[in-house]
């Protein structure tokens, strides 16, 4: 297999297409983490992939690796266990903002606190896609959602303030910029300690359509006007992506 071709051995090539939804952006998250773990060319039989539940979730059933889907909520704590049981094992979790943050919150603010060495891959679409439409923790104020047609009156979840007080790293990422995303899944996967990457994808069909964009392309270019590369930043704002390496205890 040439290089550039090189990503497709940790997938399941036999189950494509997907079952995502025309003008999803978790295919552009799935292939984008494939190529990261090509580039530092994890062994297949060492590695190992958590989702919980959702259409992100679905993620994990495409590797070709040793996976859980496991139930919602709870990816973390079990990716934790595998690790801990196994610790010269690769683990990452695949899941969905309302898996990780709503549901699975907990769990994830003691990961932080313990800092323990896996890597979690937020597919960030701001919504809880699978189920229709419901307004999820990563969902901007006053957006509508299918339960919010004022508009959300809470202020979203931003993950990278759980690490405050805590060692980790932090990445935010769009599914435009891919060089970037690609590069923030390669320094999270090489981060010794618990690494989290938000990556901003697009779910048209139950959210943007909501929203007044007529495609998903509607929604890259959106990613690409709004958001501005700040790597390394101590602190990213609302409209930045980024890398924010080992925030400092305070
Ligand atoms: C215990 C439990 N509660 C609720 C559900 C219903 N449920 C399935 S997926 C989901 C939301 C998933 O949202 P997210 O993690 O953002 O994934 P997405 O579908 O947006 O990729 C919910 C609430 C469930 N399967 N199990
Ligand atoms: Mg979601």
């Not at 919980?52 to 079990?78: E, N, Y």
């Not at 891919?178 to 300690?193: D, Y």
Request: proline fraction near 4%; charged fraction near 20%; include cysteine.
């Amino acid at each position: 297999m040439d290089k550039d071709n090189h990503f497709k051995c940790y997938l399941k090539l036999d189950l494509l297409p997907t079952p995502w939804c025309p003008g999803c952006g978790n295919g552009i998250v799935l292939k984008t983490i494939c190529q990261a773990f090509s580039e530092l060319d994890l062994p297949r039989d060492g590695t190992v992939v958590v989702s919980g539940i959702g259409c992100a979730g679905r993620s994990a059933g495409f590797f070709a690796l040793d996976s859980v889907h496991t139930a919602h909520g709870r990816a973390i704590p079990v990716a934790e266990g595998i690790k801990y049981a196994n610790d010269s094992l690769h683990v990452i979790v695949v899941s969905g903002d309302g898996d990780l943050l709503g549901i699975g919150g907990n769990h994830l603010l003691h990961a932080i606190r313990r800092n323990t060495n896996i890597t979690v891959i937020c597919y960030a679409n701001e919504i809880y896609g699978m189920t229709g439409g419901q307004v999820s923790p990563t969902t901007p104020r006053s957006t509508k959602t299918l339960t919010t047609p004022d508009g959300n009156p809470d202020r979203p979840a931003d993950v990278q303030l759980f690490f405050k007080h805590y060692n980790g790293y932090f990445a935010r990422t769009t599914a435009y910029h891919l060089n970037h995303m690609r590069k923030c899944i390669v320094e999270a996967l090489k981060f010794k300690g618990f690494s989290f990457v938000e990556a901003r994808t697009m779910c048209i069909v139950n959210y943007g359509r909501r929203l007044g964009y007529k495609n998903s392309n509607e929604m890259l270019i959106h990613y690409k006007e709004f958001y501005k590369i700040n790597d390394y930043a101590e602190e990213l704002a609302l409209n930045e992506i980024g890398i924010v390496k080992s925030i400092p205890a305070s």
